[in-house]
């Protein structure tokens, strides 16, 4: 190389030409284009924050929109919210998908023929009015929607002689009726998770789907988590398959679909020293023994009677009936043979509440099903579908789509393509609840203000449904005393307001400000004594339509809800929290069944019911039944948008049409199902490496007895099996003998972590295991903050999905025959910010090394694709862009989502967790700026942290002895992933689940 | 070393048809090629009126246009109602035509589609306030824009291949990070390194 080219040299060419190639490659320069008039609130290069409401589902969270020059580029948990309190689920951070959704109409369309045609607002609002002139018997179906918004609806309604139906695909509504039978209840109980000390779960999904799903994982954690006294609360789930919730019990006691009723009287009867104690429901109560119970559920009565006297002696308690996926035959009478037991148990009032009432979707299916024959019999002329999709998320044996044709003018407030907008006559494009004005009343004692937090999205004529029934209502010649909902709904307010408490506006400008007002409602009397029902009710296992031999499960998917979120390529893309696969479908069927069957992982089966059929491929799965198969609702889409169309199948389609009595809900465990292989098979688009820890000290955990000598339990058990990893860990030489090593700990894990020199923070971070639920809001919060692309189903069969979070789910015990102990870990994987990094001394240039800070940076500029240090990852942290997936995936305007303080990667470019390296610069930055004030302990929050749920991760200066990630860092339970053995000293500490039986062996699991 | 020519040839080539883009790119800048003043801008704006020093010339604060330097990564451009806000009593005395260009941006409430001259890559953060609360000149990175009817920024994008070709040191920074860490390395009243060289103090 004397003669030849320096390669510095060549490297500064390759600069230049590159450097020229850019520019003449570009057809127009770049422009700054300037603001007309500066709005006040803007400040380029400084987000603005804005609360509002999460329109995603009904939970109605309270949430903190984070906006740079105009445009909602994240969305996290408000803290001040009285009912979410703080932390998003992955589906509230995917509603930015919804609102950037490339399918989204453009304008009204108007039907002509069997083409829609673009329209402006005045041709539609006007050819509304004309129609319900012109036809009358309006018909107006309404999905859940703010008190405002439902007021408005109800006069628009009433003023034009029509009738409203509620209707809300994943719905609540057994409990809700339970509760008012029983309790004269007018909404849904609310509970008090957190300080139950033993939580029973019948089927009971509560943090995938409910009335407050944060709120519950929020409970689940902090009951779960060791209090000073060094007891833990106990869940204990009850059901035939174990959902992400069930997944987080202690114990699992899989009793039979629809016995639940059963085993909750059957506990009931052992607690309560006399029948009479249920009041009206002391036959019930002696008609079902723990031996009837037993048989029933087919677990043994002994069990059943056991844990009765522990839901009794470890008071307060709490049992949860049947949510959305135990909608059978019979849901009612089970939800209130939960009641009862939490009445006899001395619950109500304590972890139970019946006066604050908690509101819901509860819309009964048994309405859809009067407006199905009403629209069928041609008694509907104008039909008006808001806020729902019947099209798609009611089965197909229920003639919605048939009989909805039949209306002579059909209206639908879709902001994008649905199923049920596919039929319309005129579409009137809704605008995101990010755009727009509205309320919400999550539980009857809080209000919480929904206001936009930005301009509509200009790309699409969108107007809020508000403004077009008051505008078509002036059309129509009817005033409801404004002219924009905004008014209607701030004269709402002020109606209601108490002056006694200040000014209205006062107080209108804090409830937009922190999100939330809470009333003083003073004390209703809990109702104390249970009322008879009115009906009769059965409370036996109801009954399944026959014709297979395996009983199907149909569940709300915890990605897509009922259906509505799938058009988003986040949630297509995170991996299911039970079976880690992404995008398609799959039938969660045991292994035991699968293997007399001969029927293998992969295969792809045809699933038969009564009522139709899917073909889908089978995960194998422990945790169900024998006699069960489960099917996650939300796949299926024919006509929703480019992510959703086509992947995966609906599972409605294997459903009766049916309603539940008394009420009203949709049925989803209703029928029996035949399984037959098809002979056919396909890759399952999964990230899931092994659910197995194959002996290795990655998730471990310690038991309740042990703690306060964890140490000495871990070392008693000595780590032999571990010597062949030795052999190779670390970077340090150890002592070995014949290829192992002879010390333990190794040598070279006694060293710091280097460049301890330095007088700056190090950045770490601790996750509490025994508070993580795998719910995976973490997952999607990372992928929103840090631009990381998704790859579609293609791509991850290939293994190159990319997002920077996995949630590790290992299997350690899992029992579908018996009731007993329950074993699953859940471990968030990110990168571990080694201090002695495996990844860093193999990158040929420099790209990934170690900060003065801490961090294991990982510098896009630099690299060059070896991916030499994903291969010596021991993490698998490390993801690789194969392609230019966030140009070629992404169409405007769904990049408007992009964050602009995070780099967009390319093709050929490593990337990992950066522990949100812009959020510290930001709080940097910040600081600098107020007289370079030192930056709190607390005051920098990666995306993760801020949205999880349960609080499990804590971040910080570690070498501050008094922050809070040096204070968790202490306990005894912490342990660093692998690093005993590799000694790669990370960064994040894990602290060990507490389990109550005895860990096993080996110290490790 | 015969390779070494071949390459830098063809680099030559290239930097050759680059430079011609950008000196026939300035002919289409907008409604300043109908006008007297040749910049490649929609407006001929000229800064030495605005921020220079000489007689009859301004000697405006750069930050009373450029708000927020001081607060924010993004140094920030005046809002078109921000320009008229003066230029609303002042018609201009050398170019009044290119002031009253103002008026009708305003009028149809259409930004200023200004030619971007400074930028440095996408994959390097410049947080414009730290710079400026640590006491920079604004005329440090940018050269002495006072000065400047047009703006130009100096060569920057080839910079890289004047100093292997000629050996002469860089004017302006811009997309070379060898200017940056120059100044980042400097010693501050203590004889420390004044500021990071971290590669993630910037690159994230």
Same mark, same amino acid.
């Given at each position: 190389?004397?003669?030849?080219?320096?390669?510095?040299?060549?490297?500064?060419?390759?600069?230049?030409?590159?450097?020229?190639?850019?520019?003449?490659?570009?057809?127009?320069?770049?422009?700054?284009?300037?603001?007309?008039?500066?709005?006040?609130?803007?400040?380029?290069?400084?987000?603005?924050?804005?609360?509002?409401?999460?329109?995603?589902?009904?939970?109605?969270?309270?949430?903190?929109?984070?906006?740079?020059?105009?445009?909602?580029?994240?969305?996290?948990?408000?803290?001040?919210?009285?009912?979410?309190?703080?932390?998003?689920?992955?589906?509230?951070?995917?509603?930015?998908?919804?609102?950037?959704?490339?399918?989204?109409?453009?304008?009204?369309?108007?039907?002509?023929?069997?083409?829609?045609?673009?329209?402006?607002?005045?041709?539609?609002?006007?050819?509304?009015?004309?129609?319900?002139?012109?036809?009358?018997?309006?018909?107006?179906?309404?999905?859940?929607?703010?008190?405002?918004?439902?007021?408005?609806?109800?006069?628009?309604?009433?003023?034009?002689?029509?009738?409203?139906?509620?209707?809300?695909?994943?719905?609540?509504?057994?409990?809700?009726?339970?509760?008012?039978?029983?309790?004269?209840?007018?909404?849904?109980?609310?509970?008090?998770?957190?300080?139950?000390?033993?939580?029973?779960?019948?089927?009971?999904?509560?943090?995938?789907?409910?009335?407050?799903?944060? /709120?519950?994982?929020?409970?689940? =954690?902090? *009951?779960?988590?060791?209090?000073? %006294? #060094?007891?833990? @609360? &106990?869940? !204990?789930?009850?059901?035939?398959?174990?959902?992400?919730?069930?997944?987080?019990?202690?114990?699992?006691?899989?009793?039979?679909?629809?016995?639940?009723?059963?085993?909750?009287?059957?506990?009931?009867?052992?607690?309560?020293?006399?029948?009479?104690?249920?009041?009206?429901?002391?036959?019930?109560?002696?008609?079902?023994?723990?031996?009837?119970?037993?048989?029933?559920?087919?677990?043994?009565?002994?069990?059943?009677?056991?844990?009765?006297?522990?839901?009794?002696?470890?008071?307060?308690?709490?049992?949860?009936?049947?949510?959305?996926?135990?909608?059978?035959?019979? /849901?009612?009478?089970?939800?209130? =043979?939960? *009641?009862?037991?939490?009445?006899? %148990? #001395?619950?109500? @009032? &304590?972890? !139970?509440?019946?006066?604050?009432?908690?509101?819901?979707?509860?819309?009964?299916?048994?309405?859809?099903?009067?407006?199905?024959?009403?629209?069928?019999?041609?008694?509907?002329?104008?039909?008006?579908?808001?806020?729902?999709?019947?099209?798609?998320?009611?089965?197909?044996?229920?003639?919605?789509?048939?009989?909805?044709?039949?209306?002579?003018?059909?209206?639908?407030?879709?902001?994008?393509?649905?199923?049920?907008?596919?039929?319309?006559?005129?579409?009137?494009?809704?605008?995101?609840?990010?755009?727009?004005?509205?309320?919400?009343?999550?539980?009857?004692?809080?209000?919480?203000?929904?206001?936009?937090?930005?301009?509509?999205?200009?790309?699409?004529?969108?107007?809020?449904?508000?403004? !077009?029934?008051?505008?078509?209502?002036?059309?129509?010649?009817?005033?409801?005393?404004?002219?924009?909902?905004?008014?209607?709904?701030?004269?709402?307010?002020?109606?209601?307001?108490?002056?006694?408490?200040?000014?209205?506006?006062?107080?209108?400008?804090?409830?937009?400000?922190?999100?939330?007002?809470?009333?003083?409602?003073?004390?209703?009397?809990?109702?104390?004594?249970?009322?008879?029902?009115?009906?009769?009710?059965?409370?036996?296992?109801?009954?399944?339509?026959?014709?297979?031999?395996?009983?199907?499960?149909?569940?709300?998917?915890?990605?897509?809800?009922?259906?509505?979120?799938?058009?988003?390529?986040?949630?297509?893309?995170?991996?299911?929290?039970?079976?880690?696969?992404?995008?398609?479908?799959?039938?969660?069927?045991?292994?035991?069944?699968?293997?007399?069957?001969?029927?293998?992982?992969?295969?792809?089966?045809?699933?038969?019911?009564?009522?139709?059929?899917?073909?889908?491929?089978?995960?194998?799965?422990?945790?169900?039944?024998?006699?069960?198969?489960?099917?996650?609702?939300?796949?299926?889409?024919?006509?929703?948008?480019?992510?959703?169309?086509?992947?995966?199948?609906?599972?409605?389609?294997?459903?009766?049409?049916?309603?539940?009595?008394?009420?009203?809900?949709?049925?989803?465990?209703?029928?029996?199902?035949?399984?037959?292989?098809?002979?056919?098979?396909?890759?399952?688009?999964?990230?899931?490496?092994?659910?197995?820890?194959?002996?290795?000290?990655?998730?471990?955990?310690?038991?309740?007895?042990?703690?306060?000598?964890?140490?000495?339990?871990?070392?008693?058990?000595?780590?032999?099996?571990?010597?062949?990893?030795?052999?190779?860990?670390?970077?340090?030489?150890?002592?070995?003998?014949?290829?192992?090593?002879?010390?333990?700990?190794?040598?070279?894990?006694?060293?710091?972590?280097?460049?301890?020199?330095?007088?700056?923070?190090?950045?770490?971070?601790?996750?509490?295991?025994?508070?993580?639920?795998?719910?995976?809001?973490?997952?999607?919060?990372?992928?929103?903050?840090?631009?990381?692309?998704?790859?579609?189903?293609?791509?991850?069969?290939?293994?190159?999905?990319?997002?920077?979070?996995?949630?590790?789910?290992?299997?350690?015990?899992?029992?579908?025959?018996?009731?007993?102990?329950?074993?699953?870990?859940?471990?968030?994987?990110?990168?571990?910010?080694?201090?002695?990094?495996?990844?860093?001394?193999?990158?040929?240039?420099?790209?990934?090394?170690?900060?003065?800070?801490?961090?294991?940076?990982?510098?896009?500029?630099?690299?060059?694709?070896?991916?030499?240090?994903?291969?010596?990852?021991?993490?698998?942290?490390?993801?690789?862009?194969?392609?230019?997936?966030?140009?070629?995936?992404?169409?405007?305007?769904?990049?408007?989502?992009?964050?602009?303080?995070?780099?967009?990667?390319?093709?050929?470019?490593?990337?990992?967790?950066?522990?949100?390296?812009?959020?510290?610069?930001?709080?940097?930055?910040?600081?600098?700026?107020?007289?370079?004030?030192?930056?709190?302990?607390?005051?920098?929050?990666?995306?993760?942290?801020?949205?999880?749920?349960?609080?499990?991760?804590?971040?910080?200066?570690?070498?501050?002895?008094?922050?809070?990630?040096?204070?968790?860092?202490?306990?005894?339970?912490?342990?660093?992933?692998?690093?005993?053995?590799?000694?790669?000293?990370?960064?994040?500490?894990?602290?060990?689940?507490?389990?109550?039986?005895?860990?096993?062996?080996?110290?490790?699991? | 070393?015969?390779?070494?020519?071949?390459?830098?040839?063809?680099?030559?080539?290239?930097?050759?048809?680059?430079?011609?883009?950008?000196?026939?790119?300035?002919?289409?800048?907008?409604?300043?090629?109908?006008?007297?003043?040749?910049?490649?801008?929609?407006?001929?704006?000229?800064?030495?009126?605005?921020?220079?020093?000489?007689?009859?010339?301004?000697?405006?604060?750069?930050?009373?246009?450029?708000?927020?330097?001081?607060?924010?990564?993004?140094?920030?451009?005046?809002?078109?109602?921000?320009?008229?806000?003066?230029?609303?009593?002042?018609?201009?005395?050398?170019?009044?035509?290119?002031?009253?260009?103002?008026?009708?941006?305003?009028?149809?409430?259409?930004?200023?589609?200004?030619?971007?001259?400074?930028?440095?890559?996408?994959?390097?953060?410049?947080?414009?306030?730290?710079?400026?609360?640590?006491?920079?000149?604004?005329?440090?990175?940018?050269?002495?824009?006072?000065?400047?009817?047009?703006?130009?920024?100096?060569?920057?994008?080839?910079?890289?291949?004047?100093?292997?070709?000629?050996?002469?040191?860089?004017?302006?920074?811009?997309?070379?990070?060898?200017?940056?860490?120059?100044?980042?390395?400097?010693?501050?009243?203590?004889?420390?390194?004044?500021?990071?060289?971290?590669?993630?103090?910037?690159?994230?």
């Amino acid at each position: 190389m004397t003669d030849g080219i320096k390669r510095r040299d060549f490297l500064k060419v390759l600069g230049v030409t590159g450097a020229s190639a850019t520019l003449t490659g570009c057809s127009e320069p770049e422009r700054l284009l300037p603001y007309v008039v500066a709005p006040e609130e803007i400040t380029p290069g400084v987000a603005t924050w804005y609360t509002t409401v999460c329109g995603g589902c009904s939970a109605q969270c309270g949430m903190w929109v984070r906006t740079r020059e105009g445009r909602a580029v994240k969305v996290e948990g408000n803290p001040n919210h009285p009912v979410s309190r703080g932390g998003l689920c992955s589906k509230g951070h995917a509603t930015l998908q919804h609102l950037y959704n490339p399918d989204r109409f453009h304008g009204p369309m108007i039907r002509e023929g069997d083409r829609l045609r673009q329209g402006t607002w005045d041709e539609a609002e006007q050819l509304l009015a004309a129609q319900i002139t012109a036809t009358g018997n309006v018909m107006f179906i309404g999905g859940r929607m703010g008190p405002s918004m439902s007021n408005l609806v109800d006069e628009f309604v009433a003023a034009v002689n029509g009738t409203r139906i509620e209707y809300d695909a994943v719905s609540d509504a057994p409990l809700r009726e339970a509760a008012r039978i029983t309790y004269g209840a007018t909404g849904l109980p609310s509970y008090d998770i957190a300080n139950a000390r033993l939580l029973l779960s019948f089927g009971n999904d509560f943090i995938e789907t409910g009335s407050s799903p944060v /709120a519950h994982n929020k409970g689940l =954690a902090q *009951m779960s988590a060791v209090d000073a %006294a #060094g007891s833990k @609360g &106990r869940f !204990v789930y009850l059901g035939p398959r174990l959902s992400t919730t069930g997944l987080n019990a202690d114990e699992w006691y899989p009793i039979r679909p629809g016995s639940e009723a059963a085993v909750a009287l059957g506990m009931a009867a052992v607690i309560a020293d006399d029948a009479g104690a249920a009041g009206p429901y002391a036959d019930v109560l002696r008609a079902y023994s723990p031996a009837v119970a037993a048989q029933a559920a087919g677990v043994s009565e002994d069990s059943i009677r056991e844990l009765a006297e522990r839901f009794a002696s470890e008071s307060p308690t709490l049992a949860m009936g049947p949510g959305v996926g135990g909608h059978h035959r019979n /849901a009612t009478a089970a939800n209130i =043979a939960v *009641m009862i037991l939490n009445h006899v %148990a #001395g619950n109500v @009032g &304590r972890t !139970v509440h019946y006066d604050a009432a908690v509101s819901a979707a509860a819309g009964a299916y048994a309405d859809m099903e009067s407006a199905v024959s009403a629209m069928a019999a041609g008694q509907v002329g104008v039909a008006i579908v808001h806020g729902a999709n019947p099209a798609y998320s009611m089965p197909a044996a229920s003639g919605f789509v048939e009989a909805f044709s039949q209306a002579a003018f059909k209206v639908s407030f879709a902001s994008a393509m649905d199923e049920t907008a596919a039929l319309a006559d005129l579409i009137l494009p809704d605008r995101h609840f990010l755009e727009a004005w509205g309320d919400s009343m999550p539980r009857s004692d809080v209000v919480a203000l929904q206001q936009p937090v930005m301009q509509p999205v200009p790309h699409f004529d969108s107007k809020s449904a508000g403004d !077009v029934l008051l505008a078509t209502s002036v059309h129509l010649g009817n005033d409801f005393g404004a002219t924009t909902f905004y008014d209607f709904m701030r004269n709402g307010h002020m109606e209601m307001h108490d002056d006694s408490v200040g000014d209205f506006e006062t107080s209108w400008r804090l409830a937009l400000r922190t999100g939330a007002v809470e009333h003083d409602m003073g004390t209703t009397a809990a109702p104390s004594q249970l009322q008879a029902p009115e009906v009769a009710l059965s409370f036996d296992a109801p009954a399944l339509d026959l014709g297979g031999d395996l009983t199907l499960l149909v569940h709300p998917s915890p990605r897509f809800g009922g259906g509505e979120f799938s058009n988003s390529p986040w949630l297509q893309e995170l991996p299911d929290p039970v079976s880690k696969i992404t995008w398609h479908s799959w039938l969660e069927m045991n292994g035991t069944t699968a293997e007399e069957r001969g029927i293998r992982e992969g295969d792809i089966v045809r699933v038969t019911s009564p009522h139709g059929e899917v073909e889908v491929p089978v995960w194998i799965y422990p945790g169900i039944r024998e006699d069960a198969v489960a099917l996650a609702m939300g796949g299926g889409h024919t006509n929703m948008g480019r992510w959703a169309n086509g992947s995966g199948v609906n599972a409605l389609a294997l459903l009766p049409s049916e309603s539940e009595q008394p009420s009203g809900a949709m049925l989803t465990l209703a029928t029996s199902v035949t399984v037959t292989p098809t002979g056919e098979r396909r890759r399952i688009a999964t990230i899931e490496g092994s659910s197995d820890q194959h002996d290795r000290p990655i998730a471990p955990a310690v038991a309740l007895a042990d703690l306060g000598h964890v140490e000495e339990a871990e070392h008693d058990e000595g780590h032999a099996e571990f010597q062949e990893l030795q052999g190779v860990g670390g970077f340090v030489p150890v002592p070995s003998e014949g290829g192992a090593a002879t010390a333990f700990p190794l040598e070279g894990s006694r060293h710091g972590p280097y460049a301890e020199s330095h007088d700056l923070p190090r950045w770490a971070m601790a996750i509490d295991l025994d508070k993580c639920t795998g719910c995976s809001a973490c997952v999607t919060a990372c992928q929103a903050e840090n631009n990381v692309p998704w790859v579609g189903e293609e791509q991850v069969m290939m293994g190159r999905d990319m997002n920077w979070v996995r949630i590790e789910r290992y299997i350690e015990h899992m029992d579908a025959t018996q009731a007993g102990d329950l074993d699953v870990r859940m471990l968030p994987m990110i990168c571990q910010h080694c201090a002695n990094a495996p990844c860093e001394p193999v990158c040929p240039v420099f790209a990934t090394y170690h900060t003065p800070e801490g961090v294991n940076a990982q510098i896009y500029n630099r690299c060059v694709g070896t991916r030499y240090c994903a291969n010596n990852c021991p993490y698998k942290v490390r993801v690789f862009n194969w392609y230019r997936y966030m140009d070629e995936n992404v169409p405007e305007p769904m990049n408007w989502q992009w964050n602009p303080d995070v780099t967009i990667r390319t093709n050929g470019i490593m990337e990992k967790c950066s522990f949100c390296m812009q959020r510290i610069r930001d709080v940097e930055n910040r600081a600098a700026l107020e007289d370079g004030r030192a930056i709190n302990d607390g005051e920098i929050v990666p995306a993760c942290e801020q949205s999880c749920p349960a609080e499990a991760i804590v971040f910080g200066n570690i070498r501050d002895e008094n922050s809070r990630v040096s204070q968790v860092v202490s306990s005894e339970r912490t342990y660093r992933v692998l690093d005993e053995l590799l000694n790669t000293q990370p960064a994040v500490h894990y602290l060990r689940k507490v389990t109550f039986h005895e860990i096993a062996s080996g110290g490790h699991d | 070393m015969k390779k070494h020519w071949l390459i830098g040839g063809l680099a030559g080539v290239f930097a050759l048809a680059g430079l011609a883009f950008v000196q026939g790119g300035g002919g289409e800048g907008g409604e300043g090629a109908e006008g007297a003043v040749e910049t490649g801008q929609p407006i001929a704006f000229p800064h030495n009126q605005h921020a220079g020093s000489e007689p009859g010339q301004n000697n405006m604060d750069c930050q009373f246009c450029h708000f927020s330097a001081e607060r924010s990564v993004d140094a920030g451009i005046p809002s078109v109602a921000s320009c008229w806000g003066c230029h609303v009593a002042i018609p201009g005395t050398n170019h009044p035509e290119e002031v009253a260009k103002i008026q009708g941006y305003l009028e149809r409430d259409e930004p200023i589609p200004w030619v971007r001259i400074y930028k440095i890559s996408d994959h390097a953060h410049f947080p414009h306030m730290r710079h400026v609360n640590a006491g920079l000149e604004c005329q440090e990175c940018h050269g002495e824009i006072q000065e400047m009817e047009v703006l130009t920024k100096p060569d920057e994008w080839w910079t890289p291949a004047k100093e292997l070709f000629f050996g002469q040191d860089p004017v302006w920074g811009g997309d070379n990070m060898g200017w940056c860490v120059e100044c980042h390395r400097r010693p501050d009243e203590n004889g420390e390194q004044q500021a990071s060289t971290d590669c993630a103090v910037c690159h994230y």
